[in-house]
Each structure stands twice: as structure tokens, then as C-alpha cells.
């Protein structure tokens, strides 16, 4: 469904993404792993159309990803960016609704999938009418997935979309959007510079460097196969994760 062809990109004189091939198939989980500044970000917003390419495309369902059409093929993608991004001057509502509210979705139409992912995402329906500072961190991630899900997307990215959570919340989460993203079917790329956190989520794994793909497979494969010995830095430097993939 997704697939980017020789895609690179450039800022000045610094490479942020290599020439870079890559294929996502349908109803996978993919997590984009690596340091900060290795380029995960920047091929998100490739994917996006909030970048373009300096060399290379990105197709999306066997169209070409171009300024001319990045605004409608972006309504079948739902993006959860870092920390949320939720405003502040609007309700958890107002926030969920802002798209189908610019597309023209009417009043009834609008709170029916309101209350559909409210219910996914197990929010209190009060919570729909306060702020974001007035709700815990937890339900603010919960309203930007909602957000990002509002016009039934095919493809949802997630960028560090736990990151600024405590452990505890932050695990709780993790279960809760593996089942959402289990029971919805969708296409998911996440990114994360968390070891755990892509063993968690992740039928394949693409370990990002200095704007390159390192190795892409299973956290099997990163753990016990490293192909590069910039694979064994990066799982040896997150030894609370060594004794779990030895066992």
C-alpha cells in the first residue's frame, strides 16, 4: 500500500535521509527504530507530503505522492505527531473534529464517530468537552489518536506517540493501542528510539542510522543476527532489554 522508490532528502548540506527503498504491505505494524536525528522523522514526513523528495517518489496505493495532491491522499492518512499536538484553545472535541469539520461532515455525522472512538479508545464522554490541559496525559494521547483516526484512515503514523509518558501510563497504552491497532486492520508505522517499544509493537522492524536503514527484520534478527556493528551498539546500549531476548 505504501512504498518509497530511491526516495532521499537533503537540508543544506546535511544528508537527513540516504537514497532509501521501502516497501509496507497492508494490515502490518511497522516501527521505524533509531537514535534521534537518524532520519526517522524526515521519511515520516516524506510519507506525509509535509516534505518532498529531492530525488526519488513515494507512492501511496500505486499513486505518486506530489504538492498536487499530498492535501487529499493526507485524508486517508492519520498522523499522531510528538506529545500529541493537541490545541489548547480547543476542547478534546473540537480537537478530535477539526478535519471533518473543515471537509463539512455535519453536526449528527460528526458525534456518531465521535462516540465510535471514544468508545475504542475507552474515553469518558466527558472528557469530549474539556480542554487539554484540564485531562491526564494518557487521555491527551488517547484524543490525538482519536484525532488521527477521525476520517477512518488506511494508513496511521505515529511519531514517539508515548514518549513523554510515565512508565506506567506509558505501558498501559502500549497494550490498549496494540489492541486498537489489532481490531482496526490499519496499516501502522510508529516510530520510537525504544528497543522494548518496538518489540512490542512491531511485525517488522526498520533500525534507522545517520539517515540510512541499518537493518530491517524482526527484533529476533536485531538482537541474535545484527548485520551491522551499529546493530550491537544499539541493543547493547539498552541493557534492560538483553536479559528479555535471551530468554
Not at 37 to 54: E, R
Not at 219 to 229: A, E, G
Request: glycine share 6%; aromatic share 6%.
Amino acid at each position: 500500500m505504501l512504498e518509497l522508490m530511491n526516495v532521499s532528502k537533503r537540508f543544506n548540506d546535511v544528508t537527513a535521509l540516504e537514497p532509501t527503498n521501502l516497501r509496507f504491505e497492508a494490515e502490518k505494524i511497522y516501527v521505524l527504530l533509531g537514535s534521534s536525528g537518524c532520519g526517522k522523522s524526515t521519511l515520516l514526513k516524506l510519507i506525509l507530503g509535509l516534505l518532498q523528495p529531492d530525488t526519488g517518489e513515494v507512492r501511496f496505493d500505486d499513486t505518486r505522492l506530489a504538492e498536487s495532491n499530498s492535501a487529499q491522499i493526507r485524508q486517508q492518512i492519520g498522523y499522531v505527531i510528538q506529545r500529541g499536538g493537541l490545541f489548547p484553545h480547543l476542547t478534546a472535541g473540537q480537537n478530535v473534529s477539526i478535519v471533518a469539520r473543515h471537509l463539512g461532515w455535519d453536526r449528527d455525522r460528526i458525534q456518531a464517530r465521535i462516540v465510535e472512538l471514544r468508545k475504542l479508545t475507552r474515553l469518558p464522554a466527558e472528557s469530549m468537552d474539556r480542554y487539554p490541559q484540564q485531562i491526564s496525559g494518557g487521555q491527551q494521547q488517547r484524543v490525538a489518536l482519536m484525532r488521527a483516526l477521525m476520517l477512518d484512515p488506511e494508513l496511521l503514523l505515529l511519531d514517539e506517540p508515548l514518549g513523554a509518558l510515565d512508565p506506567v501510563i506509558r505501558s498501559e497504552l502500549q497494550a490498549e493501542l496494540l489492541s486498537i491497532f489489532r481490531e482496526l486492520k490499519k496499516t501502522v508505522i510508529v516510530v520510537t528510539h525504544d528497543l522494548n517499544e518496538a518489540a512490542f509493537f512491531a511485525d517488522d522492524v526498520i533500525l534507522m542510522h545517520s539517515g540510512a536503514i541499518i537493518q530491517r527484520g524482526s527484533i529476533d534478527d536485531l538482537v541474535n543476527r545484527p548485520t551491522d556493528p551499529f546493530v550491537t551498539a544499539f541493543v547493547t546500549a539498552q541493557k534492560s532489554y538483553l536479559p528479555q531476548a535471551s530468554s
